[in-house]
């Protein structure tokens, strides 16, 4: 059993147990940490900075002179060292080559796609499990959010976030 397996089942005794639904995952800590769970090493300051500072890049957005619309301004993509480890680098956009934007766009695309199937089979699950109620759809044709999202003001889009 993986050490996220093990997780996944205290995560189900303890609703049990406890007889809850809804548990935050800092009420699982402190009783798996209760129960005797090793604590994991803490994280660096380094460590720790480098994701302040793949957030911070992750979420700046710039804004195209020529569309007035936003786009991410930097694109992270990876790529496998001598070791078989992956490293991630972070490019600005705008110095972006071809390869690093075409790794960055189907990296996101692969992102999206799973994000979209595991939606699909949650919601057909969760119809599954209710046939009394009315049945979940979960569109996946975004065409039309997409135009009236594109054709959406800035200022009125930040707004709809």
Do not use: C
């Amino acid at each position: 059993m993986t050490k996220h397996e093990e997780m996944q089942a205290f995560m189900r005794h303890y609703r049990r147990e406890n007889k809850k639904t809804a548990v935050t995952m800092a009420e699982f800590a402190a009783a798996a940490l209760k129960m005797g769970w090793k604590a994991p090493p803490p994280v660096t300051a380094e460590e720790r900075l480098a994701k302040q500072f793949a957030a911070a890049a992750r979420e700046e957005t710039k804004i195209d002179k020529k569309t007035n619309r936003p786009y991410r301004a930097n694109l992270a993509y990876s790529v496998k060292n001598k070791v078989g480890e992956q490293i991630s680098f972070w490019v600005e956009t705008d110095d972006a080559t071809r390869a690093q934007a075409e790794m960055w766009k189907n990296r996101y695309r692969e992102q999206m796609i799973g994000e979209a199937v595991i939606g699909v089979d949650t919601i057909e699950h969760w119809n599954r499990i209710n046939p009394n109620e009315e049945p979940l759809q979960f569109e996946l044709d975004f065409t039309e959010e997409y135009k009236w999202r594109l054709n959406t003001p800035v200022e009125e889009e930040e707004e709809l976030v």
